[in-house]
């Protein structure tokens, strides 16, 4: 099959790079768009810091198991207050006092958590639950921008192709023009027939315009999501042929169910909806702490002047008796987050199921329609063969050859749609299973 100048060169920016070459300088290949999108997009480091704080969270509800030490100093100045006055003969009048003027006090106090029976346990697991989730939600962040990109990627080229091929069709029409003016000024065709020719050639033109326009929008919205400024170059390199394998439909509903990240996060809030059932249950549970305490002070009778060391230990039981009924509502609320997660699940169930299937009808469908491209390209060439000898021989006019190319660009743009539909629903296929943007 023999192509046209300009969809060889359009085919040939699409043409996937040798095996070993590294791609060149400045060029922009899908894996590299997914990795810059997946580094740097701003609500994926949202996501990420979604992650650093649900492990803090961690440490701080694991903090409680752990010794807590506190040191205090304290001054006080006190007026004098006399026990007993004295009287010895000769001498002044004095007084035996029962405090000091200035006081002080150090101490150091340690406490250590003996038992809460089981209530920190289940916070402390409930906590890395929680990051468990956080960590989920920002796999499904990074699966939803990286098949967004490989979307838009693919969208530049295929509306760039596109752009290519009305180019072409431009350039036909406006040769055609050329001969149809200058066969008027020699009286061998009507104003009827460069009247045409003009209407075609605006209509082309018009196409393009509509197509460049739809070219510049998609190539911002890839530039957005690399996080490049308007105008910066697009420079892209790929193949509508990916190889994107697609597994049987059973074993992708089944990887879905157990893969998709946002039924990973569903499945994660189950849990932690269930370790806060289990923590609250523990709520009026009693804890039991022992304490360890030792300073210096001054003012302790009979020697109010020295400094005295002490150590002071113990342990302490607290035993809820009446909490107002907040362990009572901390439960309901568990339990309802339970239930609420246990629907999100077998709705999902319902959505991922319904998702792989669709997947593979547009797979399927796609498949189909571009085995028919590539009959209707082959048979739009075959008639543009057959219509230059008719020209060429004089058998028919101008505008019959016209509709012949225009037929041929036409099977060309229908395979281009073809393939792009198809290497998208290869990857609908594979969003719809769990399976991370192919790059």
Not at 152 to 173: K, N, Q, T
Request: charged content about 25%; glycine content about 8%.
């Amino acid at each position: 099959m023999k192509h046209s100048p300009l969809l060889a060169l359009a085919f040939a920016a699409l043409a996937p790079l040798a095996l070993g070459d590294s791609p060149t300088p400045g060029l922009l290949t899908l894996d590299k768009a997914i990795g810059d999108v997946i580094a740097h997009y701003p609500s994926l480091d949202g996501a990420r810091a979604a992650v650093d704080a649900a492990r803090a969270r961690t440490i701080q509800s694991n903090s409680s198991r752990l010794p807590q030490v506190s040191g205090a100093a304290d001054y006080m100045y006190n007026s004098l207050r006399p026990y007993v006055a004295i009287s010895i003969p000769g001498a002044p009048p004095g007084a035996i006092y029962e405090n000091v003027q200035d006081s002080y006090g150090l101490s150091v106090t340690a406490r250590q958590l003996l038992t809460d029976f089981g209530r920190t346990d289940k916070v402390v697991e409930m906590a890395r639950s929680g990051q468990v989730t956080a960590q989920d939600a920002l796999e499904e962040a990074q699966h939803q921008l990286g098949y967004q990109t490989i979307e838009s990627f693919y969208g530049v080229i295929l509306l760039r192709s596109s752009a290519d091929v009305a180019r072409e069709e431009i350039a036909s029409l406006e040769e055609a023009l050329r001969i149809s003016q200058k066969k008027f000024d020699a009286g061998s065709a009507t104003k009827f027939d460069v009247l045409t020719t003009q209407v075609r050639l605006s209509n082309a033109r018009n196409q393009l315009t509509d197509t460049t326009a739809s070219l510049e929008k998609q190539e911002n919205g890839l530039r957005e999501l690399l996080g490049w400024d308007i105008g910066t170059p697009l420079e892209l390199t790929g193949d509508f042929d990916a190889n994107v394998p697609a597994i049987g439909e059973s074993e992708a509903i089944a990887d879905g169910l157990h893969n998709r990240p946002e039924m990973k996060v569903a499945i994660d809030e189950e849990h932690t909806s269930r370790l806060q059932l289990d923590a609250a249950d523990r709520g009026n549970r009693p804890t039991l702490d022992a304490q360890v305490s030792g300073g210096m002070e001054n003012g302790v009778v009979p020697s109010l002047y020295d400094n005295r060391g002490y150590v002071v230990a113990g342990f302490a039981l607290d035993v809820p008796i009446f909490t107002g009924r907040r362990v009572t509502g901390e439960k309901l609320e568990a339990g309802a987050g339970v239930r609420s997660a246990q629907a999100k699940e077998r709705e999902l169930n319902q959505t991922i199921t319904n998702d792989v299937a669709n997947a593979y009808s547009d797979l399927n469908a796609a498949k189909a329609r571009l085995g028919n491209a590539d009959t209707l390209v082959d048979q739009a060439n075959e008639a543009l063969s057959l219509a230059k000898v008719r020209y060429s021989n004089g058998v028919i006019t101008d505008f019959e050859l016209l509709d012949a190319q225009s037929a041929y660009r036409a099977a060309e743009l229908s395979r281009l749609q073809a393939r792009y539909d198809c290497v998208l629903a290869r990857q609908a296929v594979a969003r719809a299973a769990g399976v991370a943007p192919q790059r």
